[in-house]
């Protein structure tokens, strides 16, 4: 009985290694592909990138030696039960744990690597446009909000959404934004309850990663735009900001001047 209790730890041990090694080599595969930024904040690409590769030859090296151990383990009478790599002979019955991250796995290798889309702005839209500045320095004033806000006497075209957003937190007065100029890129975006004839600019404000993903966004006024552009479509949208009466929760909306499709940035993500 000990000896079968020893065959299925080893056996489950084998199983975790192998999910562990797939992941590593998946993760891997999606930073050599360029496409570990739809999930991670790029400052944590090198430590990602790194961690995966150190697993990748621990776990490697473990499941080699359980191998050899679960090949060679003696049987009650002392003799060897299967020779090495036949794995197979000592049957076990995966943990849960196990079968989680198996289909976890199976979903992540099936399953395209894309952005976050509409559908998950949509289930996170209790949080839309909750993006705050956060300061930057011991300074009175000092900050990303307030360098925001500097701008605008300036070029304010070289705002990016998320900008945008941390400079609605702050000032909500719509004479501060009418007249000033937009220049963005986003996917488009229509939350529930939005008026027909305005869609929402947006990206999504990524601290860490995909998880913590906050979707933010301008508004942006234009009848009959269902017939021109289709949600998620990314877009670089040009325009000036001006009051409305449209019932959105933001001080103005984008008057746009030129709207044309775009690539999706190589970085889809803001902060």
Not at 97 to 112: E, K, S
Not at 135 to 144: F, K, L
Not at 166 to 175: I, T, V
Not at 176 to 195: C, I, L
Request: proline residues 6%.
């Amino acid at each position: 009985m000990r000896f079968r209790a020893l065959a299925d730890a080893r056996s489950v041990s084998l199983a975790t290694y192998f999910a562990v090694l797939l992941f590593n080599v998946y993760t891997l595969s999606l930073y050599f592909n360029q496409q570990l930024t739809l999930y991670i904040h790029p400052r944590y690409i090198l430590f990602t990138v790194a961690f995966n590769a150190v697993s990748l030859v621990a776990c490697g090296l473990g499941f080699v030696l359980t191998v050899w151990r679960m090949g060679t383990a003696p049987s009650k009478s002392g003799t060897a039960v299967a020779s090495p790599g036949s794995v197979s002979s000592l049957g076990w019955r995966p943990s849960f744990t196990v079968l989680v991250a198996g289909l976890v796995l199976v979903a992540a290798y099936a399953l395209p690597a894309r952005t976050l889309s509409s559908d998950t702005a949509d289930q996170r839209s209790a949080n839309f446009n909750s993006i705050e500045a956060q300061p930057s320095g011991s300074g009175a004033g000092s900050g990303a909000g307030s360098d925001t806000l500097a701008l605008f006497g300036a070029a304010t075209s070289r705002l990016n959404v998320a900008e945008w957003a941390k400079a609605f937190n702050l000032r909500s007065n719509p004479d501060a934004y009418v007249g000033k100029e937009v220049d963005v890129v986003g996917f488009v975006f229509h939350p529930k309850g939005t008026p027909e004839d305005v869609f929402y600019v947006s990206r999504f404000s990524v601290t860490c990663c995909a998880v913590d993903a906050r979707p933010i966004g301008l508004p942006v006024y234009l009848p009959g735009w269902q017939e021109e552009f289709e949600e998620d479509s990314w877009v670089r949208v040009t325009g000036s900001f001006t009051e409305t009466e449209e019932e959105i929760a933001e001080p103005v909306i984008v008057a746009p001047e030129n709207i044309e499709p775009t690539e999706q940035p190589e970085d889809p993500y803001v902060n």
